[in-house]
T-cell receptor, first 113, second 113 residues
Framework: DARVTQTPRHKVTEMGQEVTMRCQPILGHNTVFWYRQTMMQGLELLAYFRNRAPLDDSGMPKDRFSAEMPDATLATLKIQPSEPRDSAVYFC???????????FGDGTRLSIL | DQQVKQNSPSLSVQEGRISILNCDYTNSMFDYFLWYKKYPAEGPTFLISISSIKDKNEDGRFTVFLNKSAKHLSLHIVPSQPGDSAVYFCAAQREGSNYKLTFGKGTLLTVNP
């Protein structure tokens, strides 16, 4: 079965450092989503793309987070500068669109010290 | 404002019995609903979905029921197996939302042998 691939699986870094998380969506999927999972908030949508164009990034703290899709096989989520409150598991998901399930990667577990 | 609610944080069931997971929603514009299963250190895995034009959808041991008037859906697992032990997330999509999913906070199901 095709899967969404996320790298790295784990990242530990110090406050103030830049963090880049990468996602390879499933081939043929035209929508890509970034989520953050925390104990308090559950799964929060940060940003999403359709056909590589950003549709909504209202869930992201814009001063430090940025999401891009340089090509159809790669989506990136960057945090600069990182803060301890950014510690969470970040998931990428892709899908075919309306009334179709999103398929998730296994996440990047981020720890900011 | 939590639009999708899973009021039971956990549920414990004996192997072979029925597991019933519940989900309530507040937005009457939601018209597509999904259930995901999540094991530790993995991403959510799509399980089953239902469109608002239906009130039931079955896939093997899994059945989802939708009661639109009550804004309630449930997932039935029969018979429950120890491998079903996981966190189950309910999600909903709103018409005109550009494929965005709103998730509940999850219910931890434990199936005891």
């Amino acid at each position: 079965d095709a899967r969404v691939t996320q790298t790295p699986r784990h990242k530990v870094t110090e406050m103030g450092q830049e963090v880049t998380m990468r996602c390879q969506p499933i081939l043929g999927h035209n929508t890509v989503f970034w989520y953050r999972q925390t104990m308090m908030q559950g799964l929060e949508l940060l940003a999403y793309f359709r056909n590589r164009a950003p549709l909504d990034d209202s869930g992201m703290p814009k001063d430090r987070f940025s999401a891009e899709m340089p090509d159809a096989t790669l989506a990136t989520l960057k945090i600069q500068p990182s803060e301890p409150r950014d510690s969470a598991v970040y998931f990428c998901a892709s899908g075919r669109g309306r009334d179709q399930p999103q398929h998730f990667g296994d996440g990047t577990r981020l720890s900011i010290l | 404002d939590q639009q999708v609610k899973q009021n039971s944080p956990s549920l414990s069931v004996q192997e072979g019995r029925i597991s019933i997971l519940n989900c309530d929603y507040t937005n009457s514009m939601f018209d597509y609903f999904l259930w995901y299963k999540k094991y530790p250190a993995e991403g959510p895995t799509f399980l089953i979905s239902i469109s608002s034009i239906k009130d039931k959808n079955e896939d093997g041991r899994f059945t989802v029921f939708l009661n639109k008037s009550a804004k309630h859906l449930s997932l039935h697992i029969v018979p429950s197996q120890p491998g079903d032990s996981a966190v189950y997330f309910c999600a909903a999509q709103r018409e005109g939302s550009n494929y965005k999913l709103t998730f509940g906070k999850g219910t931890l199901l434990t199936v005891n042998p």
